[in-house]
């Protein structure tokens, strides 16, 4: 079974192959919309484009871009979690706002995805 293992919250799961993102997160409590958007996303359909989450390199473990992704201007890393299914371990960040704890031994460049800019 793959590994999907969420580097802001740290925990990590097994999950059956070709299991949607967004179904993972939800199953296991971890926390893909903020604000409103608990209560108002779409539900999986990947019009509110509100399950945003970054997968770091490698990504061929999980589904290519769908349309409804570059529709909402998905680009680099970032990939919306409703529409892509884990193929393979992936690791993947929630927030890149959030809190960072990285793990030992983790590199420093995991603290931040590359398609993130921070605001000066």
Same mark, same amino acid.
């Given at each position: %079974?793959? #590994? &999907?293992? +969420?580097?802001?919250?740290? @925990? !990590? /799961? *097994? &999950?059956p192959?070709?299991?949607?993102?967004? *179904? &993972?997160?939800?199953?296991?409590?971890?926390?893909?919309?903020?604000? %409103?958007?608990?209560? +108002?996303?779409?539900?999986?359909? =990947?019009?509110? =484009?509100?399950?945003?989450?970054? @997968?770091?390199?490698?990504?061929?473990?999980?589904?290519?871009?769908?349309?409804?992704?570059? /529709?909402?201007?998905? #680009?680099?890393?970032m990939?919306?979690?409703?529409?892509?299914?884990?193929? =393979? *371990?992936? *690791? @993947? $960040? !929630?927030?890149? %706002? =959030?809190?960072?704890?990285?793990?030992?031994?983790?590199?420093?460049?995991?603290? $931040?995805?590359?398609?993130? #800019?921070?605001?000066?």
């Amino acid at each position: %079974m793959p #590994k &999907v293992r +969420f580097l802001s919250e740290q @925990v !990590t /799961f *097994d &999950v059956p192959l070709h299991t949607p993102l967004r *179904d &993972v997160a939800l199953q296991q409590n971890v926390e893909l919309y903020r604000g %409103m958007w608990t209560h +108002f996303n779409c539900r999986g359909n =990947g019009i509110c =484009g509100r399950c945003r989450l970054w @997968v770091l390199p490698p990504q061929n473990h999980v589904t290519t871009p769908s349309l409804r992704e570059r /529709f909402h201007r998905v #680009k680099g890393t970032m990939r919306l979690a409703c529409q892509m299914t884990v193929e =393979g *371990d992936v *690791d @993947v $960040r !929630t927030r890149p %706002m =959030g809190p960072t704890v990285l793990q030992p031994g983790e590199p420093e460049s995991l603290q $931040r995805p590359a398609s993130y #800019k921070a605001e000066a």
